[in-house]
């Protein structure tokens, strides 16, 4: 496995496997647990190499948000990377990324103001610039996201139609720790307690789930039965939990099977979302410790 610290090197490394192969391309923001890693297996079954980039984006946090703070830990990734069958690991310097100067933002209106973009402006026009970076420094062939993080997947694909990126996106299903709680570098901030309060997020799409299995087919209906046991568990309004398209995230009157319950929710000191397309399974979780 190659480890590459500057723009300049993981240019060069990244097009001498392209030459010879494809490249699948996992980017993160590292502090690696099994969900990046389910990505980076899939990667490696399906590209002749693969590439993880490793790079907290500061474009894509609010100014009081948890940029400096964010969880770090390069030889802890790195090893994983070695394990999981990486053969580039591409650690990128800020100063390289963003230097002095740098202006141009990528930006989709309505579809980055939704949701997450409500919640966090400026988000998604952080993630779309530095992720049509990482495309134009490592030339993937496929690149690998988390279903996890549900309205990046429609935005970057978005990007991607629009801008007739050669790249194939490939989105992964999310992982889960046994007792439901989707994965998370932020869950290292959860105190047992918290960790425990924050399995209300998939509590509240499991009934969804089951209501929408019954028959329940009203939107507002799923909605509010979320939003209840959100406010019940967690003592304060949910972020958002609604029930959206996934082309547009836009809010039909009747759910149909692919609609996405999407939830987030201040847990602790930090946000937890997750999310769960109607219809598909979801659990059953054994009960924690
Ligand atoms: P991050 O490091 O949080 O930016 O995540 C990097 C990639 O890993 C993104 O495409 C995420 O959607 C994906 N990811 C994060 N958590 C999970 C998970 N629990 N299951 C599957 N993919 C995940």
């Given at each position: 496995m190659e480890v590459h610290r500057s723009l300049d090197a993981a240019r060069a490394a990244c097009a001498s496997r392209r030459a010879s192969g494809t490249l699948g391309l996992v980017p993160t923001m590292g502090a690696l647990h099994e969900g990046h890693l389910t990505l980076v297996r899939r990667a490696r079954e399906e590209n002749d190499a693969v590439a993880v980039t490793v790079f907290v984006n500061p474009?894509?946090?609010?100014?009081?948000?948890?940029y400096e703070r964010y969880p770090r830990d390069e030889a802890g990734d790195a090893a994983l990377l070695e394990g999981a069958g990486a053969d580039l690991v591409l650690f990128l310097p800020a100063d390289e990324m963003y230097p002095p100067g740098h202006v141009t933002r990528l930006d989709q209106g309505a579809l980055c103001t939704e949701l997450e973009g409500a919640a966090r402006p400026g988000h998604f026009a952080g993630v779309l610039t530095v992720v049509c970076k990482l495309f134009n420094i490592c030339t993937p062939t496929r690149a690998y996201f988390g279903h996890k993080d549900f309205q990046q997947t429609v935005v970057v694909r978005r990007m991607v139609e629009d801008l007739d990126m050669p790249v194939e996106v490939v989105v992964c299903p999310t992982r889960r720790d046994p007792d439901g709680l989707a994965m998370s570098s932020r869950n290292a901030y959860l105190s047992p307690a918290e960790r425990a309060e924050g399995l209300a997020l998939v509590t509240a799409l499991g009934e969804a789930q089951r209501l929408f299995a019954a028959g329940e087919r009203s939107r507002a209906a799923l909605e509010a039965a979320m939003q209840r046991i959100l406010l019940d568990r967690l003592r304060r309004p949910a972020d958002y939990a609604a029930v959206v398209s996934p082309d547009d995230f836009s809010r039909p009157e009747l759910a149909h099977p692919g609609d996405v319950a999407v939830v987030a929710a201040p847990v602790g000191p930090t946000r937890l979302l997750d999310n769960h397309a109607l219809g598909a399974k979801l659990g059953p979780f054994s009960p924690g410790p």
């Open positions: 474009l894509q946090f609010g100014p009081h948000e948890d």
